[in-house]
């Protein structure tokens, strides 16, 4: 079993940072993927950043490009997601996922395991 806690969320202004982090646990054998998505209220869940294992390789959504950054240690079995220049269309629940196919997939579908998420909220 595979556990992921995210943590770092909470209420800014816009224009503010924040950074997210993601902590795996348990049998965590192998490479894998890390990806962040984000709920709004009453929207789907959509993809933000994903990261292979090697790090090298990393995709983001267009909504976040050039403001968001998302890296990991593996050492420490944590993904961050650096958020800058936040705005109010930001808001929502993030949640991180583990890929062990080890892609820079983009679907809900394929990530195996997924944290509860951390609220962010950005207020204008």
């Known amino acids: 079993q595979v556990q992921l806690v995210e943590s770092g969320g909470g209420l800014v202004l816009a224009g503010d940072s924040l950074r997210l982090s993601c902590v795996v646990s348990g049998r965590t054998i192998g490479r894998y993927a890390m990806g962040w998505f984000r709920q709004a209220p009453g929207k789907v869940r959509e993809f933000v950043a994903s990261i292979r294992w090697s790090a090298g390789n990393t995709y983001y959504a267009d909504s976040v490009k050039g403001r968001f950054t998302i890296s990991r240690d593996n050492a420490k079995s944590t993904v961050y997601l650096q958020m800058n220049s936040l705005n109010p269309d930001d808001t929502g629940v993030y949640y991180c996922?583990?890929?062990?196919?080890?892609?820079?997939?983009?679907?809900?579908?394929?990530?195996?395991?997924w944290g509860q998420g951390t609220q962010v909220t950005v207020s204008s």
């Open positions: 996922a583990a890929d062990f196919q080890n892609g820079l997939g983009t679907k809900e579908r394929e990530y195996e395991y």
